[in-house]
């Protein structure tokens, strides 16, 4: 006999599946940033060229990976909407993990000259393609698992895996950055990357028994025929273009995380070890912090805390980039971990809920995939790099990265004024509220074509 009973939500398995993927993914993204700043810059690019302008080089590389984002959200949310969130959820935590790991196997500019950067260049873009799926899957997974009065606080747990991604990250890093120069240029700056495959193993292992939700199971019996990213161009793209606005305020973590760090180590001659401890704290800060601002937004609304959270963190980034040229440690501390640790946190914890809750279930990792990763690419390719044009040459102007952190805030705060808010409807009226009659009918047509033939 046939069993076909409804899956069980297991909002608590799937919250961590979810978290650990994203933890992974935010690693490979504090470690590549994190050695940009420090070492990649000094490793594969000429060393005639001014210090500034390799660092320029270095963060273009990391911006490629971001670049190239949309495309694979074109690819692999439409995967996640037909054959469900986990498929795509293993099919990137291997992309992430094994590019990652090369990385850190990579010939640098002395072994290979011009070679050297452009294997890099090729490795993130793979890499990027491969992280464009994975967020809009976990937090498609996380939502459709969790009691409707707790979505907000269950998809949290995506984020803050950006959080500990980024703590682990520095933390392994800060004992290589304290090494003699000869030593983290030789061999220590790899093993960080080598790191990632024992994150890949856990996330595999917690991830291989994780099942599809029932909202998924119930989009995939209506036997539907109209293809998700048609759907989401033809009835959704307003919604595209503002999830992508809000999520430019990525920017200004970008900036906080990688830019930051170049500034203050190779414009003003801070001390590594030291400076890396601020994203430390900010991330373990952001750690345990970002599933109560989810538990927050459950209460008063996803768009109040995400607004709330994206004004702190634009408005913080320019006395934490002021302190930096004063030297003053104190100041550099409290305002990062302001900037990162709490605010930007806070609009991090909404944003899962928040976006994700914009699409009907039948088209929602396809919509997330390509709204957030487009917010994304274009806030990955301004923050650190245009941050790092506007510090100079010498990389000592704060100016105009902090006119830039405002700007982006300003962006992503006006794109989700317009936003409706959700957080009183459950799921299922969700779906109901963001469709449209024609689209309905679409829908509905669609399941009647194979029939009529």
Not at 14 to 21: C, E, L, Y
Not at 24 to 52: K, S, W
Not at 159 to 178: E, M, Q, R, Y
Not at 307 to 334: C, K, Q, R, S
Request: with cysteine; hydrophobic share 55%; glycine share 8%.
């Amino acid at each position: 006999m046939t069993n076909t009973a409804t899956p069980k939500k297991t909002p608590a398995k799937a919250a961590i599946a979810s978290w650990v993927g994203t933890t992974l993914e935010y690693y490979d993204f504090a470690v590549y940033g994190t050695a940009a700043a420090l070492v990649l810059n000094q490793l594969f690019f000429p060393p005639e060229l001014p210090d500034g302008i390799r660092v320029l080089l270095s963060m273009a590389t990391l911006a490629v990976g971001y670049v190239v984002r949309p495309l694979g959200a074109f690819i692999l949310g439409p995967l996640g909407d037909r054959f469900g969130r986990k498929f795509v959820m293993m099919l990137t935590l291997f992309g992430i993990g094994i590019c990652t790991f090369i990385i850190g196997c990579l010939p640098t500019y002395e072994d290979m000259g011009v070679l050297a950067p452009i294997l890099l260049v090729v490795i993130r873009i793979i890499q990027g393609l491969s992280v464009s799926g994975e967020q809009a899957s976990a937090i498609s997974m996380s939502l459709e698992h969790a009691s409707d009065h707790r979505r907000a606080f269950t998809t949290s747990f995506v984020t803050s895996g950006s959080a500990s991604g980024g703590l682990l990250a520095t933390a392994v890093f800060i004992p290589f950055a304290a090494l003699p120069q000869d030593q983290l240029l030789d061999w220590a700056w790899r093993v960080p990357f080598w790191l990632s495959a024992i994150v890949v193993v856990v996330a595999y292992i917690i991830r291989r028994t994780l099942e599809e939700p029932p909202a998924f199971h119930e989009a995939q019996a209506l036997g539907a025929q109209l293809a998700p990213m048609k759907q989401v161009l033809r009835f959704h793209w307003v919604t595209v273009i503002r999830v992508a606005a809000c999520a430019m305020i990525a920017g200004v973590s970008y900036l906080f995380a990688t830019f930051s760090v170049a500034f203050a180590t190779t414009g003003y001659g801070l001390d590594r070890p030291t400076m890396l401890w601020v994203p430390v704290l900010a991330s373990l800060l952001a750690l345990i912090y970002t599933p109560f601002a989810g538990y927050i937004a459950d209460l008063i609304g996803r768009r109040t805390v995400f607004i709330i959270g994206a004004i702190g963190a634009g408005v913080t980034t320019a006395p934490y980039l002021w302190a930096i040229t004063e030297g003053n440690w104190p100041l550099i501390f409290l305002f990062g971990i302001l900037c990162n640790g709490f605010f930007y946190s806070t609009a991090n914890a909404a944003w899962p809920a928040f976006f994700a809750e914009m699409f009907p279930n039948r088209v929602r990792v396809s919509g997330l995939a390509v709204g957030t990763q487009i917010g994304f690419a274009i806030a990955g390719a301004i923050g650190p790099v245009a941050s790092t044009a506007l510090a100079g040459e010498d990389l000592l102007d704060w100016v105009g990265p902090s006119l830039l952190g405002l700007g982006l805030m300003a962006i992503a705060v006006i794109a989700a004024l317009t936003a409706k808010e959700t957080r009183r409807y459950s799921l299922d009226e969700v779906d109901e509220l963001q469709q449209s009659e024609r689209e309905k009918d679409a829908v509905t047509a669609s399941i009647r074509l194979p029939a009529a033939r």
